[in-house]
């Protein structure tokens, strides 16, 4: 596999040092195994409760601007500004109205991703494969860290959800706190999968298990996942981690356009990885939608008193 590279559109600084727990590395797991996530989405471990299972993830019932979240790209213009929401263009579109941002095509960083063998994990709440890249924007360099799955998908776009979403996790190379997050979405197709997910399905029976890694010696071909973010909008917006702890300060670059997981895969995928998507955020910059749903609680308990 040659060189790659993926175009994306801004970086973020986390809020959070906390932030960086997602890059841990299993300190504590055996030779061939990585440590299980402690978090999980069912009615104890899930994000209603994820705060409670440690203090530093308190942004996830608190935090103003959380994710994923719903963009609606059909929206007015100035709608979408007012929610803090750009759109990149695929076309070479420079200008900016008073109504509406729209994002250059200059101020796309570039992502170099080297032929190498990958590690393809099971963290217990979703299957991972770290990869090492660099990427370069406005003078400071970002390194590509791990990208993960999510199934069905967190984001939705115009209240439409995909089956599954992708998360290419990128951290700054001086500044580690800063994290950048490109969200790829697929749709089912009868056809053939893209070549990023062809080249997992192979291997996830030998990571069925959680805390199980395998390597894939051949590496991966990301040119599918390359044409589509040049093919497609950039939908940007500042977010947070999407598990715990939270941290907010993270630039999220949703890819509009889907690429294809084939039906056989999917259904691989979907029977490791089982349900882990965090339900939607409220409107940026508003309060955090268990704030109100604590509130309403409070709200009705007095009237019933």
Sequence with gaps: MLFKSLLFASTASATCLHGLSMFKRAAGAENGTVEINTFGYGPENGPFNWASLAP???ACKAGLNQSPINIGTDLPAGNLKKRNVIIHKRACVNETSSDATIGAAANRPVVDIPDQAVEFENLGTTIEVVVNGTTSFNGT????VQFHMHTPSEHHINDE???LEVHMVHQGVLD???????????????GDSD????GLSS?????AT???KTKIEDGLDFSGVLSKIESSDILQYTGSLTTPPCAEGVTFLVVKDPLDVGVADFNAIKSIVKFNSRFIQNTLGQDNMLTIGANSGAVAANVTA
């Design 161 to 163: 959800y995909f089956p």
């Design 176 to 190: 580690n706190t800063q994290l950048a997050v490109i969200a790829m979405m697929f749709q089912v197709s009868a």
């Design 210 to 212: 959680p805390g199980t």
């Design 141 to 144: 360099d970002f390194r590509l």
């Design 203 to 207: 291997s996830l029976e030998a990571i």
């Design 56 to 58: 530093e993830n308190e």
């Design 195 to 198: 070549p990023v997910i062809a």
